[in-house]
């Protein structure tokens, strides 16, 4: 007997070693090939929705403000040490490796999904994705496992009082931009059969028909570090994982119960209907 009782307590010990094993090969990795819109998107909360439901991540964001596919592809072509490398480690901490290449930083993890994304003046012109993006494509899926996924990220319009320049492609109307950025991701996803958009451009359009209105931005372009970036991660979370962002516990310090629902309902919605706005009908 008591033979035996050492046998299975011997068994447990395995199956738990392996069950820590099994849960440190579950830890998905996440690589934003971007700008200062994929630095919104995913350098902060994304992390911390994905913990609240017990997902471990490493987070990587290859910064260049205002990068284009164009230039994505230059410096992929030219090897470039131009980009800054954060990366969010398991531990939830950011840390930040300059010059880097595009090439060093695909061969850093293993990767599970990859995104890409056009510079914002850009992002309604599908032209632009035509003439670069098939060849950033072919770059990185040359460099990459078979099994990572790739992302396109539809980004947002701007706020109706923008002063950015690229807001003239638009006519300086948002809705005129926000249709013209999912129509373009859409065709440009469709011809490079890419299969997985993060529509955080939907999502926020959704956020600003709640009693939030066109208060997501702090600058006319970049989303406000609240309520705006909590609502692209909430997208990018249930996108990528598959998982009901409403009522995750995690909400960030400064943003009250009724924004945290705005966002988490903005980009459930989004997920759902990722090419028209869903008028969420929330009022304070």
Not at 121 to 150: D, N, W
Not at 181 to 188: G, L, M, R, S, Y
Request: with cysteine.
């Amino acid at each position: 007997m008591k033979q035996y009782r050492n046998v299975v307590i011997c068994m447990c010990i395995l199956l738990l070693l392996a069950g820590g094993a099994y849960a440190q090969q579950k830890t998905v990795r996440i690589l934003a090939i971007g700008n200062s819109f994929s630095q919104d998107a995913v350098e902060q909360y994304l992390h911390e929705l994905a913990e609240a439901e017990g997902i471990s991540t490493i987070i990587g964001n290859m910064f260049i403000g205002g990068c284009s596919l164009e230039r994505h592809v230059k410096n992929a072509r030219d090897n470039a040490p131009a980009y800054a490398y954060r990366k969010i480690g398991t531990d939830g901490k950011k840390r930040e490796k300059g010059k880097m290449s595009l090439e060093a930083v695909l061969a850093d993890e293993d990767w599970d999904y990859v995104s890409l994304q056009q510079a914002s003046p850009f992002s309604g012109m599908y032209e632009t994705y035509e003439a670069s993006l098939p060849e950033l494509i072919e770059y990185v899926k040359a460099r990459l496992p078979k099994k990572t996924k790739l992302m396109l990220h539809q980004t947002w319009a701007y706020a109706s009082t923008s002063k950015h320049s690229g807001f003239k492609n638009y006519n300086c109307n948002q809705l005129t931009m926000y249709q013209a950025i999912a129509d373009a991701v859409k065709k440009a996803a469709k011809a490079n059969k890419i299969k997985i958009v993060i529509p955080s451009g939907t999502a926020i359009q959704n956020a600003r028909t709640s009693f939030i209105g066109d208060h997501l931005n702090r600058d006319g372009y970049h989303l406000d570090v609240k309520v705006g970036r909590y609502t692209a991660a909430c997208t990018w979370f249930e996108r990528i994982f598959k998982c009901n962002v409403v009522g995750n516990p995690y909400g960030p310090e400064g943003v009250d119960e009724a924004r945290k629902a705005v966002a988490q309902k903005a980009a459930h919605a989004a997920v759902k209907h990722p090419y028209k706005v869903t008028d969420l009908f929330i009022t304070n």
